[in-house]
């Protein structure tokens, strides 16, 4: 940029992206957590959201800007994205739409099984849109798994019915 020249409309969010994907990346990695099985089941386990993750909105679709695209005018869409770090310690993102929105939301805030999870998401839903119960149902399992083969959900931790874990073996140890 010369002297004098104002920066691009679309500076500012890709600056904010860009310091949101710096900050993901120099955090460090969570602990692994012991009942977590990565290829386990996500309706019966609970889906574990990959902790280090953000959602952001921008007004420009700061993950096309570069040296093919150079917008002019935003579009008036807000563009959401969940920005996150994956197996390989890369930053990936995802575009999201309301509904994963919602899922990610929903994964952050309860701690239940993914079938709870998507059978109670699915109703508000389909309260709040009017939509169909069993078509939310399908989409959000489906989502679910797009999650997890990106690396945004890390897999489902498994109940632990078996005593094996810490309180099983904190419940063993004190009798």
Wanted: with cysteine; charged share 25%.
């Amino acid at each position: 940029m010369v002297a004098g020249d104002a920066p691009p409309p679309w500076h500012e969010d890709l600056q904010r992206y860009l310091a949101l994907k710096h900050a993901l990346a120099a955090r460090r990695p969570p602990r692994h957590h012991p009942r977590l099985r990565a290829d386990g089941c996500l309706f019966e386990g609970r889906p574990l959201l990959n902790p280090l993750h953000t959602v952001a909105v921008f007004e420009w679709p700061v993950q096309r800007i570069g040296p093919r695209f150079r917008g002019r005018e935003a579009d008036g869409m807000p563009v959401r994205l969940a920005l996150f770090r994956n197996a390989i310690g890369g930053i990936d993102h995802l575009l999201l739409g309301q509904h994963a929105e919602a899922l990610i939301a929903a994964l952050a805030q309860r701690r239940v099984c993914g079938q709870r999870l998507i059978n109670d998401l699915s109703r508000r839903l389909a309260r709040e849109e009017g939509g169909e119960l069993s078509g939310l149902q399908r989409g959000l399992a489906l989502l679910l798994e797009q999650f997890r083969a990106r690396g945004l959900v890390l897999g489902s931790i498994s109940h632990d019915f078996t005593g094996q874990g810490p309180k099983g073996r904190a419940r063993r140890e004190a009798a």
